[in-house]
């Protein structure tokens, strides 16, 4: 006799918040590691991650863990381009539910915009931003955890993701204008122009590419699906973890951070990105306390302090970096806040700011 009620169902389980990456990010990494000659319990092992979670596309790898496997992997395999070359290989419809934003979008387009939309649902404490230069498109990736340090072979890896996805519909022969990398440029870099057929620039603040929008014009998608369109977007909600007060307030904090260096943020651009209406992130910050720009002053404050205690950059290259046109916007609005000039904070190490913070 069928004992239903002790059985587990799937459709009934409580399921973990998704914190990190989606597992389909590493579809197949384990075949591709074995491939390339590295011992797989070895580099599991040391990551921290049970290779049984790859088989289930929707379940949750915590971030450090996952840039640290594929680190990992390029130091067992002997592999400096891991990253790379698994990327080069990696199929959108591998990629999920986020590959099928992009596949079900009606255009090219319309793909990247999705595509970048979902990623911070599919990928948490990271900056994706598609930001229209004119001519052209700026696709900008860049992990924002503070316990990942070494992030190349991811780096690399979804760039080759983002490649791939364009060249689905546009043919492998397709370069994007110039490529960027945030890590230092590696000893044989061939491989990376080879595989990109373009320019690549290293050691840059952000990873990239750049498509021009004359490739994208007319470009409709092979398997365009607005319904299962509809429902992708959906289920990425649901796993992305976007419903409660905190979350939307933490993944907006993320967000402006990680965004600040590209110009004034818009309440308009940031709900977009968070799948949210403008009327519902402004009521989520209000449960909070908080306008939308009091939100944004409060991350300015948070990154100004910290990169005046690193001591790294000057003044003048601060101001850009905080969303300020001119120095003298971000000297004023500085003052405002803690009464003094960043000169002064820095030549007093903060002490005159942190009794106020």
Not at 97 to 109: D, K, Q
Not at 113 to 129: E, R
Request: with cysteine; aromatic share 8%; proline share 5%.
């Amino acid at each position: 006799m069928l004992q239903t009620s002790a059985q587990f169902n799937p459709f009934s389980a409580p399921r973990p918040v998704h914190q990190g990456v989606l597992s389909a990010a590493a579809s197949g990494l384990d075949a591709f590691i074995v491939g390339q000659g590295g011992d797989l319990d070895r580099v599991f092992g040391r990551a921290g991650i049970d290779p049984e979670q790859l088989r289930h596309p929707t379940l949750s790898l915590g971030l450090p863990h996952y840039c640290q496997l594929l680190e990992e992997a390029a130091r067992q395999t002997g592999c400096e381009h891991f990253g790379l070359l698994y990327g080069q290989q990696f199929k959108p419809q591998a990629l999920g539910l986020l590959g099928y934003v992009g596949l079900c979008s009606a255009t090219l387009e319309e793909a990247l915009v999705n595509f970048a939309a979902a990623f911070p649902l599919h990928q948490h404490s990271t900056l994706i931003d598609l930001k229209d230069l004119g001519d052209c498109y700026r696709f900008d990736y860049l992990v924002r955890h503070p316990a990942i340090g070494q992030r190349r072979q991811d780096a690399e890896l979804t760039l080759g993701m983002a490649l791939n996805l364009m060249r689905h519909v546009l043919g492998p022969a397709w370069a994007p204008r110039e490529v960027y990398f945030e890590h230092q440029c590696p000893a044989d870099a061939s491989v990376h122009r080879e595989a990109f057929a373009a320019p690549v620039r290293f050691g840059q603040r952000c990873n990239g590419l750049l498509i021009p929008k004359r490739d994208l014009a007319g470009q409709v998608m092979p398997g365009r699906d607005p319904v299962l369109l509809m429902l992708v977007k959906d289920t990425l909600r649901q796993l992305g973890g976007s419903g409660s007060t905190h979350e939307v307030l933490e993944q907006a904090r993320a967000r402006l951070r990680g965004s600040l260096h590209l110009g004034e943020p818009s309440l308009a651009y940031t709900a977009h990105a968070l799948q949210l209406g403008e009327t519902t992130l402004q009521r989520r910050l209000r449960e909070h306390g908080l306008s939308f720009s009091q939100l944004v002053e409060q991350v300015r404050q948070e990154l100004a302090l910290r990169h005046l205690r690193e001591q790294r950059l000057s003044i003048s290259e601060l101001a850009p970096l905080l969303g300020y046109s001119e120095t003298s916007a971000f000297s004023r609005a500085f003052r405002r806040w803690f009464g003094v000039s960043p000169r002064q904070w820095r030549n007093t190490t903060g002490s005159v700011a942190q009794g106020g913070v």
